[in-house]
């Protein structure tokens, strides 16, 4: 009598651990199933498609508070410009008519530049765009994982164990669980948050194109347009991750061990989110901004 009672006690432990291990498993990764996926949809939208709404209010500030304080700069840098020139050539008395011309070519080039600023940055963003949109078809991002070919390998397993291993697998597949949900979050928030670093630094565009009219004064436009282009490309190199991440992923096997393909599969998303992170540094440094 006790033993059958023992027995479906025991049968009923099997199958409520069982069901959560499933269930675990069945939610797992359905987040970073999804935010990996959207990785490059994300990444690859210019700033006024991302957010039409947020890029209309920020070309708005851009042009009637930002604006005004760089046609304060660019003619301070532009007079600044001629008498620079004119002293370097012997107090005045070394004049020449083409350095004139020089000046009036460079004036025409710097009032154009501040004029079109945002033309200028969303021009660098859709060569951005493009790049990535060439690099979608050449990356494998397919970072899907089969949760229907884990969960049946499982369960030929789970069959095996002892309610001790049983009790143990459950425990590790809510603590994976959990961190699969934090780590889906950290992709949004890497996401979202380059894109508002975007619309931040174009913001102020106006600012460091007006400088480009003096040698001395245009370092600091120039490398704000290195920065353009390091956050342009921050995106390629976030598809590359990607890429990466989806070789890595296709590569476990489930079948051999279900500790070792469980804790993989949550490295390598760590390993996705901690790279994702790096991006933008390594991108400054290859293009050199500050």
Same mark, same amino acid.
């Given at each position: 009598?006790?033993?059958?009672?023992?027995?479906?006690?025991?049968?009923?432990?099997?199958?409520?651990?069982?069901?959560?291990?499933?269930?675990?498993?069945?939610?797992?990764?359905?987040?970073?199933?999804?935010?990996?996926?959207?990785?490059?949809?994300?990444?690859?939208?210019?700033?006024?498609?991302?957010?039409?709404?947020?890029?209309?209010?920020?070309?708005?500030?851009?042009?009637?508070?930002?604006?005004?304080?760089?046609?304060?700069?660019?003619?301070?840098?532009?007079? $600044?410009?001629?008498?620079?020139?004119?002293?370097?050539?012997?107090?005045?008395?070394?004049?020449?008519?083409?350095?004139?011309?020089?000046?009036?070519?460079?004036?025409?080039?710097?009032?154009?530049?501040?004029?079109?600023?945002?033309?200028?940055?969303?021009?660098?963003?859709?060569?951005?765009?493009?790049?990535?949109?060439?690099?979608?078809?050449?990356?494998?991002?397919?970072?899907?994982?089969?949760?229907?070919?884990?969960?049946?390998?499982?369960?030929?397993?789970?069959?095996?164990?002892?309610?001790?291993?049983?009790?143990?697998?459950?425990?590790?597949?809510?603590?994976?669980?959990?961190?699969?949900?934090?780590?889906?979050?950290?992709?949004?928030?890497?996401?979202?948050?380059?894109?508002?670093?975007?619309?931040?630094?174009?913001?102020?565009?106006?600012?460091?194109?007006?400088?480009?009219?003096?040698?001395?004064?245009?370092?600091?436009?120039?490398?704000?347009?290195?920065?353009?282009?390091?956050?342009?490309?921050?995106?390629?190199?976030?598809?590359?991750?990607?890429?990466?991440?989806?070789?890595?992923?296709?590569?476990?096997?489930?079948?051999?061990?279900?500790?070792?393909?469980?804790?993989?599969?949550?490295? $390598?998303?760590?390993?996705?989110? $901690?790279?994702?992170?790096?991006?933008?540094?390594?991108?400054?440094?290859?293009?050199?901004?500050?």
């Amino acid at each position: 009598m006790f033993d059958s009672l023992f027995d479906a006690i025991e049968e009923w432990m099997r199958t409520l651990l069982k069901d959560m291990i499933d269930s675990n498993l069945s939610t797992m990764f359905t987040d970073v199933n999804e935010k990996t996926g959207e990785i490059a949809t994300q990444i690859g939208q210019t700033p006024q498609g991302w957010n039409s709404s947020v890029f209309s209010m920020i070309q708005n500030l851009s042009n009637t508070v930002i604006l005004p304080i760089a046609g304060m700069i660019i003619t301070f840098v532009l007079c $600044y410009e001629l008498i620079s020139m004119l002293t370097e050539k012997n107090n005045m008395h070394d004049i020449d008519t083409w350095m004139f011309f020089k000046y009036f070519f460079k004036m025409m080039i710097a009032v154009y530049l501040v004029s079109h600023t945002f033309q200028i940055t969303m021009a660098v963003f859709d060569v951005g765009q493009h790049v990535v949109n060439a690099a979608s078809g050449v990356i494998g991002h397919d970072t899907s994982i089969d949760i229907t070919s884990m969960i049946s390998v499982m369960d030929s397993q789970i069959e095996d164990m002892e309610i001790g291993e049983l009790v143990a697998l459950a425990l590790e597949t809510l603590l994976v669980s959990f961190g699969m949900k934090i780590m889906s979050i950290v992709i949004t928030i890497i996401c979202y948050g380059r894109m508002i670093e975007i619309y931040l630094y174009t913001s102020v565009a106006p600012i460091p194109f007006a400088t480009f009219g003096n040698r001395e004064w245009g370092q600091i436009g120039n490398n704000y347009f290195r920065g353009l282009f390091a956050l342009a490309f921050q995106a390629f190199l976030m598809m590359v991750c990607v890429g990466i991440y989806s070789v890595l992923i296709s590569t476990i096997h489930l079948s051999d061990n279900m500790h070792i393909a469980l804790f993989s599969v949550s490295a $390598y998303t760590v390993l996705l989110c $901690y790279t994702l992170l790096k991006t933008f540094s390594l991108s400054k440094q290859i293009f050199n901004a500050h």
